[in-house]
């Protein structure tokens, strides 16, 4: 029976290379065993085919969990597992997977691996291990996600791809900034300059890693991209900017998951919609075990369009059943090819409103945050509080209705906030530097101004 002693902030893992190794094509997984290979993995390992079929649906669950998640993604595996996988050979269903060696070792590297899962003629789950990528790889990579994304799209080719991704994450935020937003703000000991930069030339792109305060009961969270490392005495992380990750992905997906916190934004939506139809997130942090694994291929594969609503149905009911502060979830999906007449009603909002946006009491405003990381304001909400019109409220919710297809929301967020007002989606509110005269927003908001492209197109931020 599995703990209700869920952990904030999602993250992924690997599995065991010594077992990796071995595993013949077509033979049942044996999960998670810690076991390693004394074999050290310095260039990718390609367990080569070709093929010239079609395939009808190709599905990716990309685990970055080299962090304090990967015990929860150890699980959400063998939940996948125990579950009901569709025997079609026209659907694929891959795994791409980055544990340490056991939760907690992070200084010891281990070999992200990319699986194909499918039943044998007995319906026993086998597994195929199709590449074994170096030790020193990090899967929170832009890089990696282009690589491994790149390898599905040439070896398995189909006209429908999803990705579901699983980690630790911070919407649309600066890589590195949830954990520690006063070095972005005054800099530090290693830079007079505010900003992000890597800390070591050894480990480039890696940040110092600030844990957040321990929460007692609290259940735990989960949060995307976050490779984490120890080197010496000290603790670095990886992390992947939503601009970054959109450039990455080389051809168009029917829809992405996030199995992560705080991904439910319109920044991220908006930075998806080049590259993805569909996009299913939570607003707010996901509770540590994550979504209904075993439940997930059934609603994915074996039929012809895909249930995105079943996946994030089951994981809203899931919590929506528990208790006290277990009782929080927050989901939504989005069609991202709608986004653009929402991006025109915001855009003539926020000019007609910008003083009212720039300084509202923010605490009027539904949030979905805690531990002070006041970036994630419900997008309604905030026109509401604004002062909008009757008839632009309409306006606005008909454009919200296009764009949000499903949503849902248990009544409150591990007795942090309540839920009162809830449209699917959360946006960025100017206001918290009006409302909060001791901090300095003075870099986040350069960076929402010039890297963010929902700013380009609504101008939130001048």
């Not at 056991?102 to 003629?121: C, H, N, Q």
């Not at 259940?219 to 984490?228: E, H, K, L, N, Y």
């Not at 946006?357 to 006041?374: E, S």
Request: aromatic share 12%; glycine share 6%.
């Amino acid at each position: 029976m599995r703990s209700r002693n869920f952990i904030p902030v999602r993250a992924i893992g690997a599995l065991v290379l010594s077992a990796l190794l071995a595993l013949a094509s077509c033979e049942k997984p044996e999960p998670f065993s810690m076991d390693r290979s004394s074999e050290t993995i310095t260039q990718t390992q390609y367990h080569h085919f070709t093929t010239s079929v079609s395939y009808d649906h190709v599905v990716l669950l990309y685990q970055a969990g080299f962090n304090s998640l990967s015990r929860y993604l150890e699980q959400n595996v063998e939940d996948l597992y125990s579950g009901y996988i569709p025997s079609s050979s026209r659907d694929v269903l891959l795994l791409l997977s980055h544990l340490p060696e056991r939760a907690g070792r992070y200084s010891v590297r281990t070999s992200p691996v990319l699986l194909r899962i499918e039943p044998d003629f007995k319906g026993n789950v086998q597994v195929d291990t199709l590449v074994v990528y170096p030790e020193t790889t990090v899967s929170s990579s832009s890089e990696t996600v282009r690589q491994v994304l790149t390898y599905v799209r040439d070896r398995f080719p189909s006209d429908s791809y999803g990705l579901i991704l699983c980690s630790h994450a911070s919407g649309w935020l600066p890589e590195g900034y949830y954990a520690d937003p006063d070095t972005y703000e005054f800099g530090n000991v290693w830079s007079v300059s505010p900003g992000p930069r890597s800390v070591d030339a050894a480990y480039p792109g890696a940040f110092t890693y600030v844990d957040l305060p321990a929460e007692g009961s609290f259940p735990a969270v989960r949060s995307f991209g976050q490779d984490r490392v120890l080197v010496g005495s000290r603790d670095l992380t990886y992390e992947i900017d939503m601009a970054d990750l959109a450039a990455a992905i080389p051809m168009h997906l029917d829809y992405i998951l996030f199995d992560a916190c705080l991904m439910g934004c319109v920044e991220v939506a908006y930075q998806l919609k080049d590259v993805c139809d569909k996009v299913g997130f939570s607003p707010a942090e996901v509770l540590a075990e994550g979504f209904v694994y075993d439940k997930i291929p059934g609603h994915l594969l074996g039929q012809n369009d895909p249930d995105l609503q079943g996946v994030l149905n089951d994981f809203f009911e899931k919590y929506d059943k528990m208790d006290g502060s277990s009782r929080s979830a927050t989901i939504s999906l989005v069609d991202c090819t709608k986004l653009d007449r929402l991006a025109s009603v915001c855009a003539d909002l926020i000019g007609k409103y910008r003083t009212e946006i720039q300084t509202m009491d923010t605490d009027a405003v539904q949030r979905y945050f805690r531990h002070g990381r006041n970036y994630f304001y419900d997008l309604q909400d905030i026109f509401v509080k604004a002062g909008i019109s009757s008839t632009e409220a309409s306006s606005l919710e008909s454009a919200l209705s296009e764009v949000v297809l499903f949503k849902a929301a248990t009544p409150k967020f591990i007795d942090s906030f309540q839920i009162l007002s809830y449209s699917g989606l959360s946006m960025y509110l100017p206001a918290i530097a009006h409302d909060n005269p001791g901090r300095d927003y003075s870099f986040l908001n350069r960076y929402y101004r010039e890297s963010v492209a929902w700013n380009a197109a609504v101008g939130l931020v001048r």
